[in-house]
């Protein structure tokens, strides 16, 4: 059992307000998951060729200012960093894929979480409101957020099993449920040179969607095709830079509930997470049918 969370805010003016309206929902799932917690926020993308990496160094102490003085001299482009703890968004104008090489063999204790142009994202054990605490998600900025809360049942609670689980650029997915062919969905991705972090039987479902996306297909086409390919129950919550996507196995076990105004989309596992957002009163309430996609786009 876990919880999923989803904000996505239609009108400029709530930007600023985007993380102090999803706290009290991510909070709000903590007796669906108390061990860990994760937020993947999609904020005003970097401009031209630049690419955001979140970074995490765990309980590792690392000199951030220092890292930065390092990339900055092994790559030639504007290079800069945002401290969040143990928690970092560093900014390049470099390839973003041989920055992430570069510190998988000379930072080892610094974990990449994700690449892209406008998301950041945080992951860490703990309780929800610790985690959300600790990382000031209620000053966050932005367009839209995934979140989730986890209650591990089939792989280890650190960091790295915490979901959002990323892969490609832009794009995050949480998971509440269970698949039961990870095992088989690795098996056809890795002859493709596609690799893997964790045991997590998400991370087969969000490589899986990734590498769809790679091949040409849109989202939603992508998860069609997962139907036939990805084994279980589930609810997936998406997002990329430009849009929000839910879908519920062929049985639909695992709930979740959507509340729409003029003003915002909202997910979540539950409605109690729903119930502090302003005017929810007078949302359009409903609960995704099995096998249907819902999407939304900034």
Known sequence: MCGIVGLLVKKP????????????????????GPDSAGLAVYTAPVSGERHKLSLYSGQHAVDWQKLLELVRTQFA??????????????????????VAGWLRGHAPDVTVLSVGHSIDLYKDVGAPAEIAKRYRFEA????????????????????AH???????????????????????????????????ETDNDTEAACRYFEWRLREGDDLE???????????????????TDVELLIVRDAFACKPAVVAETDDYVAIASEFRSLAHLPQIGHASLFEPKPEEIYKWRI
């Open 13 to 32: 003016e709530l930007r600023d307000r985007l993380g102090a309206l999803m706290v009290p929902m991510l909070v709000g799932m903590t007796e669906r």
């Open 77 to 98: 482009h504007p290079q800069d960093i945002t401290i969040h703890g143990n928690h970092a968004v560093l900014v390049t104008g470099a390839d973003p894929d041989h």
């Open 140 to 159: 966050l900025e932005g367009t839209h957020l995934v979140g989730h809360t986890r209650m591990a049942t089939e792989s280890a609670v650190t960091p």
């Open 162 to 196: 915490a979901h959002p689980f990323t892969a490609g650029r832009d794009f995050c997915l949480v998971h509440n449920g269970s698949l039961s062919n990870p095992h088989l969905v690795r098996k056809r991705l890795e002859p493709l040179g596609i690799t893997f």
């Open 221 to 239: 086409t992508a998860v069609q095709s997962g139907f036939s390919v990805l084994d279980g129950f589930y609810t997936f919550l998406m997002g």
